[in-house]
């Protein structure tokens, strides 16, 4: 058995951990170009979201390289995930790729039959190993999503351009090359060492919020590595939701921690939105009016271009942002998208943000605090 998955930021690092200790070969589609991307948006249906077609070229890369499992995780609720792996599973069948597909529902749908689907995939190992390939998957996670708020905090700091990314390079290959816990703890060391020894500009940097569909927030590539462009131009940037997040609520059991933030989200999009509409919708609007709260300059809100649950979001954002004295820009994806497009429209927000942090400096305004 070969494994494959569909690649989504650093996602790729803890699943090899994982199937690495567990001593199954895995199969890494290679870092998603415009080839990957043509290759998926051929073969897949035209309004399919980006991801869905992503994930295609993912799989077609893989199979190239000798891959022939799959494992993708499934989804419940209102949105198009529900059916995502079966239509992916149709269009490889169709193209006569042959791979078998193992689908991991969230727990809220079927614990038992993912647990058991996800011990067959192991080859039936003994429930001590799969514990530790699963506490090293998850510190793994863990770090990886530090590192990430590391990354933002020093890029919009940086002296010399190109010097943040080449610690996170760094750091992503540390990580990656940890086999044990020890190894990660000390991986953990350097990484932290490296970033402190980082020259950063002193003072406070523009905060903004990144809020929308999980897949476009995280993966660099959908995004047009629009992390990367914002902490360039000086913006700090803080994801709504991170990769240890997703898959602690939608592949595995719901910790306290999450269930008690997940609530307080969902309070606060109450009075806009009052349940789920699939995907993340429900949370772009609960964490816009948070990151309102905290005091941030704006919000990014991202999704594909077709994503139903982030065009929910997107209708009762302009409210939030006008209740909530907050700005707010709507930016939506799909494989046509150019990255010159994009980046020039959030040079314009970021510009219209300083001139209104400085008027509202000028006339002395307090910030945006809010006390509902
Ligand atoms: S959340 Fe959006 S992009 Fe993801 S499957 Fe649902 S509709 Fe598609």
Redesign the pocket.
């Given at each position: 058995m070969k494994v494959t998955f569909p690649r989504m930021g650093t996602l790729e690092i803890p699943l090899r951990a994982f199937f690495n200790t567990l001593g199954i070969k895995v199969i890494v589609p290679p870092p998603i170009t415009d080839k990957t991307i043509s290759l998926g948006a051929r073969y897949a249906p035209e309004f399919?979201?980006?991801?869905?077609k992503i994930n295609v070229g993912n799989y077609l890369e893989a199979y190239e390289m000798g891959a022939n499992t799959i494992l993708m995780a499934g989804?419940i609720g209102p949105?198009?995930?529900?059916y995502?792996a079966q239509v992916q599973q149709e269009i490889l069948a169709d193209l006569g790729v042959n791979y078998q597909m193992v689908l991991l529902e969230p727990p809220r749908g079927h614990l038992w039959e993912t647990l058991g689907r996800l011990w067959e995939l192991t080859g039936r190992a003994s429930p001590a190993r799969i514990f530790r390939a699963g506490r090293l998957t998850w510190a793994k996670l863990k770090l990886l999503d530090e590192l990430e708020r590391l990354t933002a905090k020093s890029r919009c700091r940086e002296k010399n351009r190109g010097q943040v990314g080449g610690v996170y390079r760094r750091a992503l290959a540390w990580i990656d090359a940890a086999a044990t816990l020890k190894e990660l703890a000390r991986a953990e060391g350097k990484i932290k060492g490296a970033f402190g020894a980082l020259e950063l500009k002193a003072g406070t940097p523009l905060r903004v919020g990144l809020v929308g569909?999980?897949?476009?927030v995280l993966e660099p590539a959908a995004n047009l590595y629009l992390e990367k462009f914002l902490g360039e131009l000086g913006v700090e940037v803080e994801r709504g939701i991170y990769l240890s997040d997703w898959v602690t609520s939608h592949l595995f059991l719901d910790t306290l921690r999450l269930r008690r933030e997940q609530r307080a989200v969902e309070k606060l999009a109450q009075p806009y939105l009052g349940h789920s509409v699939?995907?993340?919708?429900l949370e772009s609007i609960g964490h816009s009016i948070q990151y309102a709260r905290r005091g941030f300059a704006g919000v990014i809100h991202i999704?594909?271009l077709?994503?139903?649950?982030?065009i929910v979001a997107k209708t009762i954002l302009p409210v939030v942002s006008r209740e909530w004295d907050i700005p707010i820009l709507s930016l939506f994806l799909d494989e046509h998208t150019g990255e010159a497009g994009i980046h020039t429209r959030l040079e314009a927000f970021v510009e219209m943000l300083r001139a209104r942090n400085s008027f509202n400096q000028q006339l002395s305004l307090p910030g945006p605090a809010h006390s509902r």
């Amino acid at each position: 058995m070969k494994v494959t998955f569909p690649r989504m930021g650093t996602l790729e690092i803890p699943l090899r951990a994982f199937f690495n200790t567990l001593g199954i070969k895995v199969i890494v589609p290679p870092p998603i170009t415009d080839k990957t991307i043509s290759l998926g948006a051929r073969y897949a249906p035209e309004f399919a979201c980006l991801p869905l077609k992503i994930n295609v070229g993912n799989y077609l890369e893989a199979y190239e390289m000798g891959a022939n499992t799959i494992l993708m995780a499934g989804g419940i609720g209102p949105c198009r995930f529900g059916y995502y792996a079966q239509v992916q599973q149709e269009i490889l069948a169709d193209l006569g790729v042959n791979y078998q597909m193992v689908l991991l529902e969230p727990p809220r749908g079927h614990l038992w039959e993912t647990l058991g689907r996800l011990w067959e995939l192991t080859g039936r190992a003994s429930p001590a190993r799969i514990f530790r390939a699963g506490r090293l998957t998850w510190a793994k996670l863990k770090l990886l999503d530090e590192l990430e708020r590391l990354t933002a905090k020093s890029r919009c700091r940086e002296k010399n351009r190109g010097q943040v990314g080449g610690v996170y390079r760094r750091a992503l290959a540390w990580i990656d090359a940890a086999a044990t816990l020890k190894e990660l703890a000390r991986a953990e060391g350097k990484i932290k060492g490296a970033f402190g020894a980082l020259e950063l500009k002193a003072g406070t940097p523009l905060r903004v919020g990144l809020v929308g569909e999980i897949y476009t927030v995280l993966e660099p590539a959908a995004n047009l590595y629009l992390e990367k462009f914002l902490g360039e131009l000086g913006v700090e940037v803080e994801r709504g939701i991170y990769l240890s997040d997703w898959v602690t609520s939608h592949l595995f059991l719901d910790t306290l921690r999450l269930r008690r933030e997940q609530r307080a989200v969902e309070k606060l999009a109450q009075p806009y939105l009052g349940h789920s509409v699939g995907g993340h919708g429900l949370e772009s609007i609960g964490h816009s009016i948070q990151y309102a709260r905290r005091g941030f300059a704006g919000v990014i809100h991202i999704g594909p271009l077709t994503c139903m649950p982030e065009i929910v979001a997107k209708t009762i954002l302009p409210v939030v942002s006008r209740e909530w004295d907050i700005p707010i820009l709507s930016l939506f994806l799909d494989e046509h998208t150019g990255e010159a497009g994009i980046h020039t429209r959030l040079e314009a927000f970021v510009e219209m943000l300083r001139a209104r942090n400085s008027f509202n400096q000028q006339l002395s305004l307090p910030g945006p605090a809010h006390s509902r």
